[in-house]
């Protein structure tokens, strides 16, 4: 069942993440309007929807018919103003630089018509950054999903002293009507919840990693073995996107100017290889390696 007064939903980014989280509120019924400023983005958006429904329905995962419901539901469009006119709801899914955020709220809040609530996917940038972007900061809040949305469960739903309880409530409801799992912050900090533990076990990696005290591969299998860990640290930062790591270290860095939280040297050196994980096919893994059978 919808979430009350949430009917048409905006994604902008058709990311990993973006396209994702747009076949999530798809799939739940709401009709959803993916932008991305990247035709190629777009495309592969398409290529991956193409792809995902009829491999759930062969797999006895969703029916034919909210495969083919969850299809109509979804649109991909260039225009900004095209996909958020009508929007009951915008998630921004950009890239973690403050200031592109901005003025995309910035922008949203003139097209958008009053009563939409704007949220951003940021797992690190919280709405009070953005919120005085706009004229309607008691209608922004994070609503942070996890790689990848169309497995994960949880989603971080953080009010910002600015954040208005029913638009927190209206939220929760839309994960829940997703399928979701709303995890309720009532208060503002940095990597909210999970990747605020999750990014000093990711930090203390790259350190014995950048110190040469062992190996990569080693570190992944002692936090495996030793700390009972499901998905250890590099083979997740490769899940992830290299490239996003080193943004959000980059964009904490630049905040807090405390040199223990400069970016890992291995780590920026894979992303101007754009080696950036299982994306591009190499990271700290090989995963054409891995597909043979040989690798994590």
Same mark, same amino acid.
């Given at each position: 069942m919808?979430?009350?007064g949430i009917?048409n939903?905006c994604?902008?980014?058709?990311?990993?993440m973006?396209?994702q989280i747009?076949?999530?509120a798809?799939?739940?019924?709401?009709k959803?309007?993916?932008?991305d400023?990247?035709?190629?983005a777009?495309?592969?958006a398409?290529?991956?929807?193409?792809?995902y429904?009829?491999?759930?329905?062969?797999k006895?995962k969703l029916t034919?018919e909210a495969?083919?419901?969850?299809?109509?539901n979804?649109?991909?469009?260039?225009?900004?103003d095209?996909?958020?006119?009508?929007?009951?709801?915008?998630?921004?899914? $950009?890239p %973690?630089? /403050?200031?592109? +955020?901005?003025?995309?709220?910035?922008r949203?809040d003139? =097209?958008?018509p009053p009563?939409? @609530?704007?949220?951003?996917n940021s797992?690190?940038?919280v709405s009070?950054?953005?919120?005085d972007a706009?004229?309607?900061?008691?209608?922004i809040?994070?609503?942070?999903?996890f790689?990848p949305?169309?497995?994960?469960?949880?989603?971080?739903?953080?009010k910002?002293?600015?954040t208005?309880e029913?638009t927190?409530?209206?939220?929760?409801?839309?994960?829940?009507s997703?399928?979701?799992?709303?995890?309720?912050l009532?208060?503002?900090?940095?990597?909210?919840?999970?990747?605020r533990?999750?990014?000093?076990v990711?930090?203390?990696a790259?350190?014995?990693?950048?110190?040469g005290?062992?190996?990569?591969?080693?570190?992944?299998?002692? $936090?495996? %073995?030793g /700390?009972g860990? +499901?998905?250890?640290?590099f083979?997740?930062?490769?899940? =992830?996107?290299?490239?996003?790591? @080193?943004s959000?270290?980059?964009e904490?860095?630049?905040e807090?100017?405390?040199?223990a939280?400069k970016?890992s040297?291995?780590?920026?050196?894979?992303?101007?290889?754009?080696?950036?994980g299982?994306?591009?096919?190499?990271?700290?893994?090989?995963y054409?390696?891995?597909?043979?059978g040989?690798?994590?």
């Open positions: 919808k979430a009350p009917n939903v994604v902008v980014g058709a990311g990993t973006g396209h747009a076949i999530c798809a799939l739940a019924g709401y959803v309007k993916c932008n400023i990247s035709k190629e777009l495309d592969k398409r290529r991956f929807l193409d792809k429904l009829p491999g759930r329905v062969a006895g034919e495969a083919k419901a969850g299809k109509e979804l649109s991909f469009t260039t225009s900004l095209e996909a958020a006119m009508d929007a009951d709801l915008v998630i921004e899914v $950009v %973690e630089v /403050l200031e592109l +955020k901005r003025q995309i709220f910035a949203l003139k =097209i958008c009563q939409a @609530l704007l949220v951003t797992s690190f940038i009070s950054r953005l919120a706009t004229s309607r900061p008691e209608k809040c994070n609503m942070h999903f790689v949305p169309l497995a994960m469960l949880p989603v971080e739903v953080v910002g002293p600015h208005a029913e927190a409530e209206t939220i929760a409801a839309v994960c829940r997703m399928g979701k799992i709303p995890i309720m009532d208060k503002e900090i940095h990597g909210f919840l999970v990747n533990i999750l990014s000093v990711h930090r203390e790259l350190f014995l990693y950048d110190t005290v062992a190996s990569y591969e080693d570190i992944d299998l002692a $936090v495996k %073995e /700390l860990h +499901k998905i250890a640290p083979y997740q930062m490769d899940l =992830i996107g290299l490239d996003l790591v @080193l959000i270290n980059m904490h860095y630049r807090t100017g405390n040199p939280h970016p040297p291995a780590l920026a050196q894979m992303v101007a290889q754009n080696r950036l299982r994306k591009t096919g190499q990271g700290f893994y090989n054409e390696e891995m597909l043979e040989r690798g994590y």
